[in-house]
């Protein structure tokens, strides 16, 4: 697909501006009147909650109940695992203001868009399913093939051992020790899951839980870390199914699904990190970033991001005569941070080690660059370039403020694939969501507040700062169309 464009808004990382602190964003437990309906299906699907458990006959049915794949608590992007949360929507978290500064102050779903949000996780489903009138959206799970390059060249050690995935059973009835057996069946012999089979009597063994949507309580067992899938032997071709079926004696339904994304495509972002020297201080990046680049981050859309050139960029030693050096001199102190990024990408294409026919920014280059520098842009903390059309570019810059943090390293390089912010507004949006309530790399740390003399003032930090590790599957999709990613190796 087109790369998507930037359009207005702002492209730079700032730090909140001043944080006029209202009315916090939190998980409201409980009551505003209103119905949710999934779809239009059944409304009210919950309400057999709270009632008595009908009294077993002779004829034992099945108890109704609902299996979810969700994410470990410890998880922090070592592969891609992405759902539709309750939160994106129901109304169920207070936003504060929306993303132009408005007074909103109530709970509101976080996504904009949610019918298309919606269809995002259904689109790919072989057999999407609707268990006792409820429509079901499948978790979606991205792993490398663990192969040998007979079976296929391209495959990857790093999920080898597999990934351990939490079951999550929501009631509609209360389940009971009665003899249901919880049977887990993967679709293609490459992706394996153990176990395959769950008894009822092990999950009502954990803790009962209850959560609250926006007045409709659903009670739940969690089973951490209960499911180990993996992919050897082969690389999948299609988006995979593991259905979930809840059997007892001779009745079998299907009650959930994990949907794996297709592997047998896995191509990759060669990174030049370029150390822009312009005084004495070296700009130095956090230490792990490399590790952030290969396993926390572009990972999750099967993409294999590897700094191939770690280089310098001295200042000093370029031609003291050129027009463009004489005029970097002269502001690279300014805090400009347009100035001292468009300056760099164009000393860069004039005089880099590892510049390009075309310039960096064109078509044919094949690499993301990452210039990193000691320089001061205010509370900017990094910012990527445009492309002649004003899509997002092929480099980057990370300034004096941002060097030690993982997420603006990270986020910025998500733009250079193509992303644009989680709230980004307009058509080229692929879905909008508020400004600062959730965990994903392309949202911003802090809540948009109030505007004001020009300026987007914070309500408050996102929940999730400093564990924002999520690309959603829909974002893997934009990234891995990117023209700078090489897929024949
Ligand atoms: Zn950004």
């Known amino acids: 697909m087109s790369k998507e464009s930037y359009i207005g808004g702002d492209y730079i990382e700032t730090t909140g501006g001043s944080n006029e602190t209202f009315a916090k964003g939190k998980i409201i437990n409980n009551s505003l009147e209103g119905n949710f309906s999934q779809n239009g299906n059944r409304n009210g699907i919950y309400s057999g909650i709270n009632r008595e458990a009908p009294s077993i006959s002779s004829n034992v049915a099945l108890k109704r109940f609902l299996v979810h794949f969700r994410r470990p608590s410890s998880y922090q992007g070592e592969y891609g695992f992405d759902w539709l949360r309750e939160e ?5 978290v207070t936003v504060t203001n929306d993303n132009n500064g408005n007074h909103i102050n109530a709970p509101t779903a976080l ?13 790919g489903v072989p057999n999407n399913i609707v268990p006792y009138g409820i429509r079901y959206y499948p978790a979606w799970l991205s792993i490398f093939p663990a192969t040998t390059t007979k079976e296929f060249a391209h495959g990857f050690t790093m999920h080898k051992a597999g990934v351990d995935l939490d079951l999550q059973f929501d009631e509609l009835d209360t389940i009971i020790s009665d003899g ?46 209960k499911v180990n899938i993996k992919c050897s032997g082969g690389a999948l071709s299609d988006y995979t199914e593991i259905k979930v079926f809840a059997k007892l004696n001779e009745e079998k339904v299907e009650v959930g699904k994990l949907m794996v994304y297709k592997n047998d495509v896995i191509p990759k972002a060669e990174i030049v990190v370029v150390n822009v020297i312009t005084g004495a201080n070296k ?43 004489i005029a970097f001199k002269q502001n690279m102190s300014g805090s400009n941070s347009e100035f001292i990024k468009n300056t760099i990408g164009k000393l860069y294409d004039k005089f880099g080690k590892f510049k390009t026919a075309e310039g960096i920014n064109g078509n044919q280059n094949k690499r993301t660059y990452l210039f990193l520098t000691s320089l001061s842009a205010g509370n900017v903390l990094g910012s990527c370039s445009l492309d002649s059309n004003r899509n997002w570019g092929n480099f980057y810059i990370v300034y004096n403020a941002g060097l030690k943090d993982g997420h603006t390293i990270m986020h910025e390089c998500g733009h250079s694939l193509s992303l644009p912010h989680v709230f980004q507004e307009g058509s080229r949006a692929r879905h909008t969501f508020y400004h600062g ?27 999730y700062k400093g564990k924002m590790f999520s690309f959603f599957k829909w974002q893997w999709d934009i990234m891995r169309s990117d023209r700078s990613l090489i897929f024949n190796y």
């Open 437 to 463: 309530y959730t965990d994903n790399y392309m949202d911003y740390t802090w809540q948009a507040g109030v505007f004001r003399n020009g300026q987007l003032y914070s309500s408050g930090p996102n929940i």
């Open 283 to 325: 700009a130095q990046l956090k230490d792990d970033y490399q590790h952030l680049f290969k396993r926390q981050s572009f990972n999750q859309a099967l993409i294999r991001a590897e700094v191939k050139v770690d280089t310098e960029f001295d200042i000093n030693s370029l031609p003291a005569n050129d027009r463009d050096v």
């Open 88 to 92: 994106y929507f129901i109304p169920m």
């Open 111 to 123: 996504c904009k868009n949610v019918a298309s949000l919606k269809q995002e996780y259904l689109s």
């Open 180 to 225: 249901t057996e919880i049977i887990l069946e993967s679709t293609n012999r490459f992706l394996k899951v153990i176990p395959e089979k769950i008894s009822v009597a092990e999950v009502i063994k954990a803790r009962k839980q209850s959560r609250n949507l926006n007045g409709k309580v659903i009670n739940y067992y969690r089973l951490n870390k």
